[in-house]
């Protein structure tokens, strides 16, 4: 039986159905639970949440005085209890960069967080519930409509060893972005961040000394690793909550417009509009990204590079949709310019591609640091004159832009 109870009532023992709210204001990223641990409790209890639902089927019931009748409660149906008409929803008003990037480490801790658990999950033989994952794209989505900079310049901190979590993460966040300029809102938007978020999970049913093997892979070995959209499509159908379109995106990701991508090989207009997002989001943040097999391309060499595939590879639309969403220098291109200045981009302008917001830190002229300056290119006769490898400058961009 699910009934909603005050937090001061909550004791150990009971099964948490739902934490209602934002998932920001609590630190429990998964909604439903049985709450075992007193150090659980004691953050509930702390942690500004009035009310809670809880499942008495699953868990204790509350004590109640024998004076005093029971709160009715909710008719278990084995289904979440009756919602309440969703808040008109309002519009949400751009913010400047910095004052997003807070929210933006949290929603990206959370994310990969809540990715792990899921996949571990998985990896476990539980059950799947993504009914948090709806709830993660939500922030995203809210996150990346205030201003989308903030959680774009994250999708390339991972380490090797996490890349599996926030490879998934990077490309929810991507496609979310990729949607908006595509024209999505509501529930195609959410859909979007949903498969991008699940697109990998079949990577879950790989061993991990195959997935994560520092050399060359046996052909068995890459036969096995290609497995992985097929395993991962045979996980998610078992759940009555997955949509379509993330069976379609965890499937097809690995497809390409000409046919020969895997594993069905199909093409053209039959690779749907998700899956043709996901194929080009997918590809962007791995080679991106290091591995445990090879080094990152930096972000304006990964954009420059897929553009020579495109004509066999994506889909020429949503290519270059995707490149006006990050841009042709994304954020944490290292970039020289006519001044002899070099600037990291940390936001995209909305006048041009060409034409990016850099932070200015050092001169190539005196071979020194200078004081730092923000500077719009599409307001200022400095321009950019080519890309700089940061290697090579021994320089910390993550550092540099201010999002560690």
């Known amino acids: 039986m699910i009934k909603k109870i005050k937090t001061d009532d909550v004791r150990l023992g009971m099964y ?14 998964r909604k439903s639970f049985k709450l075992n641990a007193q150090k659980d409790l004691n953050t509930l209890i702390k942690c500004g949440v009035d009310e809670v639902w809880i499942d008495t089927s699953k868990g204790l019931d509350v004590i109640m005085p024998e004076t005093d ?38 929603i990206h801790h959370k994310a990969k967080e809540a990715v792990i658990a899921m996949f571990n999950d998985v990896r476990m033989g539980k059950a799947l ?36 979590y926030l490879h998934s993460v990077a490309v ?40 994560n093997k ?35 995106v965890c499937l097809h990701h690995h497809e390409r417009v000409d046919g020969r991508g895997y594993p069905e090989k199909i093409s053209g207009d039959a690779l749907s ?31 420059h590079k897929m553009a020579t595939w495109k004509d066999g590879h994506f889909d020429e639309t949503v290519f270059y949709a995707f490149v006006k969403t990050i841009g042709i220098y ?19 302008s909305k006048k041009s591609l060409t034409t990016p917001i850099v932070k200015v830190f050092f001169s190539t002229r005196t071979d020194m640091h200078i004081p730092v300056e923000i500077l719009d290119l599409s307001e200022v006769t400095d321009s950019i004159e080519h890309i700089e490898d940061p290697k090579h400058w021994h320089f910390d961009i993550s550092a540099i832009q201010g999002i560690l």
Not at 81 to 104: D, G
């Open 330 to 348: 994304p954020n944490g291109t290292l970039v020289k310019l006519k001044s002899g200045r070099l600037g990291v981009v940390i936001e995209q």
């Open 214 to 248: 520092p050399g060359k892979l046996t052909d068995d070995e890459f036969m096995v690793v290609r497995s992985h959209p097929q395993r991962g499509w045979e996980i998610l159908k078992s759940c009555y909550q997955v949509k379509e379109s993330t069976l379609d």
């Open 172 to 211: 929810c966040m991507l496609m979310v972005a990729l949607g908006k300029q595509l024209g999505f809102s509501g529930e195609q938007l959410r859909q979007a961040g949903v498969a991008g978020l699940l697109h990998d999970i079949g990577k879950m049913a790989i061993p991990n000394e195959v997935l």
């Open 273 to 303: 509009l998700f899956a043709r997002m996901g194929a080009v989001c997918d590809v962007y943040d791995a080679i991106s990204s290091a591995r445990c097999y090879k080094k990152a391309w930096e972000p304006a060499e990964a954009i």
């Open 129 to 164: 519930d993504i009914s948090e994952a709806e709830s993660l794209v939500d922030e995203i989505s809210q996150s990346i409509e205030r201003n989308s900079n903030a959680l774009l310049s994250l999708v390339r901190l991972k380490t090797v060893d996490e890349y599996t």
């Open 16 to 29: 948490i159905h739902e934490i209602r709210g934002n998932w920001l204001e609590h630190p429990f990223w």
């Open 69 to 106: 009748q029971p709160e009715i409660p909710i008719p278990s149906t084995q289904e979440a209890p009756v919602e309440t008409p969703a808040p008109v929803r309002k519009s949400i008003a751009p913010v400047a960069i910095e004052q997003e990037l807070t929210s933006a480490k949290e």
